[in-house]
């Protein structure tokens, strides 16, 4: 069964454009058909004046014949002082869509950590077994070197230490400003997460200890869920902007607005901060150090020379 | 016609071609992404309005001169589940490579073991 195992996979081709030609026309085929399509359902569309006409959209709060956009430009800088109106529409207008979004991304990222988690748990399970085919282990131990994962230089050791604090000032910058600037939880987050990972892909990423990140993240997570309920207890509903709204175009300005952005920042870096630990953690990919589990990568390695290798042990 | 509309169409359709065409799977997440990025450059372009500016209030600036800040908003939630799916759907592609060695969903009798 083995040998027949490894006759199959040298037929294992990079996996680029179809076998035959077939394939391949059919997808240009249809792609074209369906790029036209497209354009003749885009070609009439007036994009200049769409928002102006569509008037069904009305709130009814305000005078008459108001669309939302219209009511967000005309009114959002004093209903919720943010000088940013892309900032107060995502915060406050709709901050319960933006805590639905954050919790996919929890949800995505929960969904990688059951995606490793798995790995670990058949690799027991096989071990439990002990048949004879797993111990070729052994001679997986002693990795490819192009994929033996080795030492930064001291050039970017030294450059990565000198440029992590100023990217975490730049995310700090990009956090709080998130009601005057473009900018805000997410992309403050994102640059969050970006320096770690320089950190980690240099130092390695067992450096970061993972408890630390689920502690940030779900006490972030919590805080924007407090913040939703004592509006709707005392206020006049969920994630109602109860604090003093100031004068727009202040760094202490718009209310909750910058509080729940740097919680959403706090829970969005350490989110993707895990996701590229991670990341990091799988072999041939980074620099984790886990031989462990590099005998997951068994099948990549079938070549006959490897085989009897395992079986002379 | 306006510029967007041909630049939607064709991110579109090269998106939809690798999707269709190639069998690694990776390149099928790169199509996938790049359908995402024309969806979400129609949706900005609808919100767009002659002469606006960024919806940020600053001085010299009239508060009707902006463009409509509510698509913005929607496409800055669209981004992060994008993410979101990508790093997922990535992590099971890596997860497909342990167990087959292949990242192609073809089969090859491997599986029978």
Redesign the interface.
Known sequence: MYMSDTAVSGRNGPGGIGSGAGPSVIAAGLSIIFAIILLSVLAPFDFDQSARENAEFDTGTTDGNVTVSEHYTANGVNETGSANLVTSVVVDYRGFDTLGEVTVLFMAATGLTLVYGLEKTSKRDEEGEGNGEEDDGEVESDPDPAIRPTEASLVVKAGSKMLFPLIMLFAAYILVHGHLTPGGGFQGGVIIASGIGLLMMVFGSEQVRSRTLHTVESLSGAMFVVIGIIGLLLYDGFLHNFADLGTPGDLLSAGLIPVIYIFVGFKVGSELTSVIGKALGIPALGTGSSSDTREENEPETHSPAVTPGGDAE | ??P??LL???L???G??IV??????V?VLMGLALMETAVNI?IV??????GGT?????DGVA??A?V???P??LV??AI??G???L??AL??V??H????????L?Y???WD?
């Open positions: 016609m306006n967007f509309v939607v169409v064709g579109m359709t090269i939809l071609y269709l065409s190639q069998k690694n799977l390149k129609l372009a609808m919100g767009y309005t002659p960024a919806p940020i209030l600053s508060s009707g902006f409509d800040p509510l913005q908003a800055l939630t992060v589940i993410v979101s799916i790093a997922l992590s099971l890596v997860r490579f342990q167990a087959t060695g292949e990242v192609t073809e090859d009798g491997r073991e």
